[in-house]
């Protein structure tokens, strides 16, 4: 081991010796920025440049997150050929805080020096490097990232000002990284299922980190476009804005991980996660699997955005936190140093101040009235994701094609009395309130059976012939996915081990789905007879091609309904009643609902 690494915080190079906390900015607006695209430019053509054997390479800051299962900076392992992975619990948003304030820090140190090298305005350049920090893409709001990190037709080079001052091309280094040995880290083939062996081999035997690769391991931009720009995707804005403003508690929040009682029907932000991952990596690319995905620069544009997801949502529920467990506010975020003994916790990094940075969302704001802050974030959230497609169907957010329908005096809910065990009370009609029923579709299974599964697809229709590589998302009855992003090495991953019990689960919504089918949702008889004909779902492995729904023996596909109600405007946005299980509509179904004595 070499020197010490210690995460402190992009804070090299001020003037006054102060600690300098800047703003993490919108790729969108990173890009524009002359000085700082310019640097981050440099700076990370430098860490690809650092020796591959140094702890602040890019190699081995990024090997942290999986291959190649080294003990990095001093951090010891109990078991030596363990990776320190933290996905699936729900110090997964606090362990990729250090994480990218590492990588950060890194960076803007080669920034540091670069500037000093400028030999025109050069306290300007030094100024934009002490204010340094990594861009985050808003995947909820922004379908593509800027062209700049995956258009290799228009920007294999990028002009950027040198320090002599001119502007020029170079090398794009935001596509990707070329590995030094001509190929990734090896993986252990003895912890491989033998039909996952040929894909995670062939991954690894890429030159370079690649997103939806062709056969011969080019970047297929189309195919990069497409899987960004579905339709489905974009539920990520709606499925964002419930997140932030309607899960209250840290667990629910946090981790895709299950548990009794858990009373939302959103998706987790790791689950949100996991479904960018796959869609940036596609087929065998490298963001697709957990072992390979930061040796991708675009893992450092997709996190910060993960991380600023959890700094909003902390902002609006201030008093949530850890609940006492095994792992808690107080476990070791190892191998990120706090000090020469002591690892990260999450209570040490919960304020993003901490590792000095910010984001530009809570620019102007007062910070230290909580309740001030919350109330003007939650503005924030509304402004920038709660729109018409929020809550499709509910009156005066649903869709346009279907709105009129939906806008005019809604009849009395029709409720199934054996299916739903209490009804919703009545709202007069001319209080100004509205009620609706939203529909969702929960996926459950243990983590140690999805260990080979690339996703879990849900059809609100009838399942396509894939035979003839006809890809399952461009389905008009294609409703969303479950992608568990579990790390494949079990044997090299401990926590992938004590949690291999662990059930993990995600949301499909299904309104838009079922209003397109011209089903009224408020309908629930009708809704539950539709759905007993035409729900179906679909797992697709890591190695390519179908899994049987049986043998995946603990999935478990429920459908539930959670009433909505109130005004329904963006100042009121709907609360949530209780979610209700409608177990009869995938009964005794290979991977349905399964029959349990005294179970609901």
């Given at each position: 081991?070499g020197?010490?690494?210690?995460i402190?915080?992009?804070?090299?190079?001020?003037?006054?010796?102060?600690?300098?906390?800047a703003?993490r900015?919108?790729?969108?607006?990173?890009?524009?920025n002359e000085?700082?695209?310019?640097?981050?430019?440099?700076?990370?053509q430098?860490l690809?440049d650092?020796?591959?054997?140094?702890?602040?390479s890019h190699?081995?800051?990024?090997?942290?997150?999986?291959?190649?299962f080294?003990?990095?900076n001093?951090?010891k392992?109990?078991?030596?050929?363990?990776?320190?992975c933290?996905?699936g619990t729900?110090?997964?948003?606090?362990?990729?805080?250090?994480y990218c304030?590492?990588?950060?820090?890194?960076?803007q140190?080669?920034?540091?020096?670069i500037?000093?090298?400028?030999t025109s305005?050069?306290?300007?350049?030094?100024?934009?490097?002490?204010n340094?920090r990594i861009?985050?893409?808003?995947?909820?709001r922004?379908?593509l990232p800027?062209?700049?990190?995956?258009?290799h037709?228009?920007?294999?080079?990028?002009t950027?000002?040198?320090?002599d001052?001119?502007?020029?091309?170079?090398?794009n280094?935001?596509?990707?990284?070329?590995f030094?040995?001509?190929?990734?880290?090896?993986?252990?083939k003895?912890?491989?299922d033998?039909?996952?062996?040929?894909?995670?081999?062939?991954?690894s035997?890429w030159?370079?980190?690649?997103r939806?690769p062709?056969?011969?391991?080019?970047?297929?931009v189309?195919?990069?476009?497409?899987?960004?720009?579905?339709?489905?995707?974009?539920?990520l804005r709606?499925?964002?804005?419930?997140l932030?403003?309607?899960?209250?508690n840290?667990?629910?929040f946090s981790?895709?991980q299950?548990?009794h009682?858990?009373?939302t029907?959103?998706?987790?932000?790791?689950?949100?996660?996991n479904a960018v991952?796959?869609?940036?990596?596609?087929d065998k690319?490298?963001?697709s699997?957990?072992p390979?995905?930061?040796?991708?620069?675009i893992?450092?544009?997709h996190h910060?955005?993960?991380?600023r997801?959890?700094?909003?949502?902390?902002?609006?529920?201030?008093?949530?936190w850890?609940e006492?467990d095994?792992i808690?506010?107080?476990t070791p975020l190892t191998?990120?140093?706090?000090e020469?003994t002591?690892?990260?916790?999450?209570?040490?990094?919960?304020v993003?101040n901490?590792?000095?940075?910010t984001y530009?969302?809570?620019?102007?704001?007062?910070?230290t009235d909580p309740?001030?802050?919350?109330?003007?974030?939650?503005?924030?959230?509304?402004?920038?994701y709660?729109d018409?497609?929020?809550?499709p169907?509910f009156p005066?957010f649903?869709?346009?094609?279907v709105n009129?329908?939906?806008t005019q005096?809604?009849?009395p809910?029709?409720?199934?009395a054996?299916?739903?065990?209490?009804?919703i009370a009545?709202?007069?009609?001319?209080?100004?309130?509205?009620?609706?029923?939203?529909?969702t579709?929960?996926?459950?299974?243990?983590?140690?059976?999805l260990?080979?599964?690339a996703?879990i697809?849900i059809?609100?229709?009838?399942?396509?012939?894939?035979?003839q590589?006809?890809?399952?998302?461009?389905d008009?009855?294609?409703a969303?996915?479950?992608v568990?992003?579990l790390?494949p090495?079990?044997?090299?991953?401990s926590?992938?081990?004590?949690?291999?019990d662990n059930?993990?689960?995600?949301?499909v919504?299904?309104?838009?789905?079922l209003?397109q089918?011209?089903?009224d949702?408020?309908?629930?008889?009708?809704?539950?007879e539709?759905?007993?004909?035409?729900l179906?779902?679909?797992?697709r492995?890591?190695s390519g091609?179908?899994?049987?729904?049986?043998?995946i023996k603990?999935l478990?596909?429920?459908v539930?309904?959670t009433?909505?109600?109130g005004?329904?405007?963006?100042?009121h946005?709907?609360?949530?009643?209780?979610l209700?299980?409608?177990?009869?509509?995938?009964?005794?179904?290979?991977g349905?609902?399964?029959r349990?004595?005294?179970r609901a």
């Amino acid at each position: 081991m070499g020197k010490q690494i210690l995460i402190k915080g992009a804070g090299a190079g001020g003037q006054s010796g102060q600690p300098v906390i800047a703003p993490r900015l919108d790729a969108e607006d990173f890009v524009q920025n002359e000085k700082l695209f310019s640097l981050y430019v440099q700076a990370l053509q430098r860490l690809y440049d650092t020796p591959e054997s140094e702890d602040d390479s890019h190699f081995q800051i990024s090997g942290i997150h999986g291959l190649p299962f080294l003990p990095w900076n001093g951090a010891k392992l109990d078991d030596p050929n363990d990776g320190y992975c933290k996905h699936g619990t729900t110090t997964f948003p606090t362990w990729h805080r250090p994480y990218c304030a590492l990588f950060e820090q890194t960076l803007q140190a080669h920034a540091v020096e670069i500037a000093a090298t400028y030999t025109s305005n050069r306290d300007d350049w030094q100024k934009a490097a002490v204010n340094f920090r990594i861009p985050f893409w808003d995947w909820a709001r922004h379908d593509l990232p800027p062209k700049q990190f995956y258009d290799h037709d228009e920007f294999s080079q990028v002009t950027i000002t040198h320090p002599d001052g001119s502007k020029g091309p170079v090398k794009n280094p935001l596509l990707g990284y070329q590995f030094k040995d001509g190929h990734g880290p090896d993986p252990p083939k003895e912890a491989f299922d033998p039909d996952d062996w040929p894909t995670m081999k062939e991954v690894s035997d890429w030159p370079g980190t690649v997103r939806h690769p062709t056969a011969d391991g080019t970047f297929d931009v189309k195919s990069f476009k497409k899987a960004l720009q579905k339709e489905p995707f974009k539920g990520l804005r709606s499925s964002t804005a419930r997140l932030l403003l309607n899960v209250d508690n840290w667990f629910d929040f946090s981790t895709q991980q299950a548990r009794h009682g858990r009373g939302t029907s959103t998706s987790s932000l790791e689950t949100l996660h996991n479904a960018v991952h796959g869609r940036l990596g596609g087929d065998k690319g490298h963001m697709s699997y957990i072992p390979f995905a930061a040796f991708d620069p675009i893992f450092w544009l997709h996190h910060a955005n993960v991380d600023r997801v959890t700094a909003l949502w902390q902002a609006i529920h201030y008093n949530s936190w850890f609940e006492a467990d095994e792992i808690d506010e107080n476990t070791p975020l190892t191998p990120f140093w706090f000090e020469s003994t002591q690892f990260w916790t999450s209570d040490g990094c919960r304020v993003p101040n901490t590792l000095k940075y910010t984001y530009a969302d809570f620019d102007g704001l007062v910070t230290t009235d909580p309740e001030a802050l919350s109330q003007a974030i939650r503005k924030r959230v509304k402004d920038l994701y709660v729109d018409k497609e929020t809550f499709p169907g509910f009156p005066r957010f649903g869709r346009a094609a279907v709105n009129a329908a939906l806008t005019q005096p809604q009849a009395p809910l029709s409720l199934a009395a054996a299916s739903v065990p209490e009804p919703i009370a009545e709202i007069q009609a001319d209080s100004g309130h509205h009620q609706h029923i939203e529909w969702t579709c929960r996926i459950r299974a243990k983590q140690k059976d999805l260990r080979s599964v690339a996703s879990i697809i849900i059809f609100v229709g009838p399942v396509p012939d894939h035979s003839q590589g006809y890809d399952y998302t461009d389905d008009p009855g294609y409703a969303g996915s479950f992608v568990p992003f579990l790390n494949p090495f079990a044997d090299y991953c401990s926590n992938c081990r004590e949690g291999a019990d662990n059930l993990l689960e995600a949301f499909v919504h299904m309104n838009y789905n079922l209003m397109q089918r011209g089903i009224d949702v408020n309908n629930i008889p009708a809704v539950e007879e539709y759905l007993r004909e035409n729900l179906h779902w679909v797992i697709r492995k890591q190695s390519g091609g179908d899994a049987r729904p049986e043998d995946i023996k603990t999935l478990e596909v429920t459908v539930i309904d959670t009433p909505l109600s109130g005004v329904g405007t963006w100042e009121h946005i709907p609360a949530a009643q209780d979610l209700r299980k409608h177990n009869e509509i995938t009964f005794d179904r290979p991977g349905g609902r399964v029959r349990v004595p005294g179970r609901a």
